[in-house]
């Protein structure tokens, strides 16, 4: 009996510390994944100066829902091994192909610098692991929570940033045709709708739908799986999520420019703007039972009804399964149980080693050394002062690695222009496109488009991206291009690719953000012209001594 009690003491010490090993492993894997993810849930949480609430509610974000969707996963996987029937038959080839591809993602992602693929490649692991040690039946029945859990990873800032600016204009011409069917009175200029009596109203990214799309694809999924459709009708259910969210969005931007034509604007953007963002999830959860509603009707008039089963029906757990629990425990403590534990704390190595930063190939003092201060552009003379960004737009950037340089004209009325070039510590990762500061300092961008500054000495022509910025009854100009290595492109992906591979390469793989903007005064202003001729002035300094 001494015997059997030693052997089972040390198999609960062999399981307590595989698991231990394989928790720490995935932590440390992908601790740098969810503590960027954090910051893109709550993107005031670097103000370490402010409260607990105002840093959690303040900012703009798109993944509100993002720390809910552990939490629910969590609660439904915890669900489903108590209440259902889960045979342990761990399949350790499958499992292990599917965790170390898996791994290799994450590190390939870390090495790159792109979250949101480590952060899908950690459900990868999760599923590896859940063949390798439970089999394909647990992973048969976990797969819901474990799919779940892709609703938390942010998609990339310049995605969301592109698909804004696209939803922005939709959803302000979709408001003012529906006002217009009203018979209100309405014209829009980009995102702006304005309406009699003087009063405008701007269509901001909280209003564009995509947080509310973002935010009802998860509940919809949710709500799709415990409804009582089955088969296509539940893959169709969850499909009407995205008329869901336009049509609810729609209301919401309507409402907006009634009650703004009706009562005042300050009512439309103050308490109104708030309630309205509550009162669209109720609609949309309103809409989605009433479409299930409606499908259950369908189903009966083809004369399909649908039959309504328990959850869990066929599949619930018997008194024969009792053991289950400790079986799915013990899996880890077996050879296969620690093999992959070891597998994941290495990856974890890797993973800590890949994240560190690069050091920086430019420094603040030798660009503002390089650009000069005094230049002649249109027979005016122009002296340039340097200046600091202010916090929160260095916050959005995620570097302090730049030059902020403001050209005032030595003679004449013409408005300051400014330089600003921006670098990172790891030469990509800090490199944002200037959409996202704009946006993050509360600026609006009434249009946008891909242009070429041509006729640049040594180089011939410059992509560049053309930007509008609204703020208040201010507008502004801004052209700006990206330096990956000795080439330039308008595409952040391009740039951000260009400088990844130049490094596998042992390339050249500095890169920059390169901008130059200026304030817009009426339709006859020469700004587009006086910024292309100071970019045909910069660049062919930054390509003659910079790497």
Known sequence: MNGIAIVNKRRRWAVAGAWALLLAGLTVAFANTFSEMWTRWFPAWHHKSWGLYDRIVTGESYYTHGPLMPAVSLLIAILLIRHTRIKVR?????????????????????????????????????????????????????????????????????????????????????????????????????NQVFLEGGKSVVIANVCNGLRTLISLLAFGALYAYVCRLRGLWRIGLFAMTIPVAVVSNAVRVVSLILVAHIWDVDTAVGWFHDFSGIFIFVLAFLLMFGLERTLLGVRRLLGRPAKIVPLFDGVRRSDEDDGQ????????????????????????????????????QWDQQMVSRIVPRDIVLGGVAWRGYDHTLDDRT??????????????????????????????????????????????????????????????????????????????????????????????????????????????????????????????????GDDAPQRLRELLRLAVPYLDKNLP
């Not at 990873?153 to 011409?173: T, Y």
């Not at 902020?404 to 003679?411: E, L, V």
């Open 90 to 190: 761990p399949m350790p080839a499958a499992g292990f192909a599917v965790l170390g591809l898996s791994l290799l993602v994450h590190l390939t992602a870390c090495l790159a610098r792109v979250n949101f693929v480590s952060g899908f490649a950690f459900v990868g692991v999760l599923c590896g692991l859940v063949l390798a040690l439970w089999g394909p039946m647990a992973l048969r029945r976990l797969w819901f929570p474990l799919a779940l859990l892709l609703f938390m990873v942010p998609l990339p800032d310049v995605s969301i940033s592109n698909l804004n600016f696209r939803l922005k204009m939709m959803a302000a011409g979709l408001g003012v045709r529906l006002v217009g069917l009203l018979g209100v009175v309405a014209a829009r200029s980009g």
């Open 394 to 523: 260095l916050a959005v950037l995620e570097t302090r690695d730049y030059l902020y340089r403001r050209y005032i004209p030595t003679a004449g009325g013409a408005a300051p222009m400014e330089l600003t070039i921006v670098f990172s510590e790891d030469n990509r990762k800090g490199t944002h496109p200037p959409d996202l500061c704009i946006e993050g300092t509360g600026q609006d961008i009434i249009a946008m488009r891909d242009v070429v500054v041509s006729d640049v000495p040594g180089r011939g022509d410059l992509p560049c991206r053309e930007l509008t910025v609204q703020s208040g009854d201010n507008r502004q100009y801004l052209l700006y291009t990206y330096k990956c290595g000795s080439d330039y492109t308008a595409s952040f992906w391009r740039q951000q690719f260009v400088i990844f591979l130049n490094g596998l390469l042992r390339r050249n793989a500095a890169g920059a953000l390169i901008r130059v903007s200026t304030p817009l005064e009426g339709d």
């Open 325 to 360: 629990w400790s079986a799915m425990v013990s899996a880890a403590g077996s050879r296969v149980g620690w093999v992959a534990a070891f597998v994941v704390a290495a990856s974890a190595g890797g993973a800590v080693w890949l994240n560190q930063s690069v050091p920086a």
